[in-house]
């Protein structure tokens, strides 16, 4: 079975700096995918990121860039330059070798960003 | 190209009545999938369809619960004799097919009295 955890339920950063948010995974799979999404208050889940297992370089997107520590089951998020925008909730999420693709969510972690 | 479309985006309902919520995903995408959302935590897998047949269904859909994807098109989701623990945001993605990116419709937040 997969599992992602995310241990921080909360984050405060500045405006203008960096953060980063914890995400470990769980998987027996050979080949998965890792996923950020940001839900605003709105409710709608904005994809971020994508990282896939056999990647050997960090994804980046933007001011998104993803730490891939296979070794570690490790996938953080590190968002530089935050922007008063980026406070959300923010999910890590898999996929598997499963044929369905479904996505394995964690708990999230609130995000708010101090003038 | 517009993104995944829901309808109605709040729904409230007294115990015991039916809904039904409607998806319309990126057109050409083959995968649609449901999603249900409870306070605090993360979105959990329901069901799934490719084109229009629905593959994997979770546990947490009861028999209350239907969904259907006619034509492979638009998908909807009806649950009968809603209960107060139905209250969630009920989100709908969709997807090219296979491992792609799903893209996530705003939800319907549904609050059962």
């Known amino acids: 079975a997969q599992k992602i955890t995310q241990t921080q339920p909360g984050m405060f950063v500045q405006e203008k700096e960096a953060v980063t948010l914890d995400c470990t995974y769980d998987t027996s799979d050979q080949s998965y995918g890792l996923f950020w999404y940001k839900q605003p208050s709105s409710g709608e889940m904005i994809f971020l990121i994508y990282?896939?297992?056999?990647?050997?370089q960090n994804a980046t997107e933007g001011r998104y860039s993803l730490n891939f520590q296979k070794a570690r089951k490790s996938a953080n998020l590190v968002i530089s330059a935050s922007q008063l925008g980026d406070s959300a909730m923010y999910f890590c999420a898999m996929i598997g070798e499963d044929s369905s693709y479904k996505l394995i969510f964690g708990s999230g972690t609130r995000l708010l960003v101090r003038p | 190209d517009t993104g995944v479309s829901q309808n109605p985006r709040h729904k409230i309902t007294k115990r015991g009545q039916n809904v039904t919520f409607r998806c319309d995903p990126i057109s050409e995408h083959n995968r649609l999938y449901w999603y249900r959302q409870t306070l605090g935590q993360g979105p959990e897998f329901l069901t799934y369809f490719q084109n229009e047949a629905q593959l994997e269904k979770s546990r947490l859909l009861s028999d209350r619960f239907s969904a259907e994807r006619p034509k492979g098109s638009f998908s909807t989701l009806e649950i009968q004799r809603t209960e107060q623990g139905d209250s969630a945001m009920y989100l709908c993605?969709?997807?090219?097919?296979?491992?792609?990116?799903?893209?996530f419709g705003p939800g319907t937040r549904l609050l059962v009295l």
């Open positions: 993605a969709s997807s090219p097919a296979g491992p792609e990116t799903q893209y």
């Open positions: 990282q896939g297992s056999y990647d050997e």
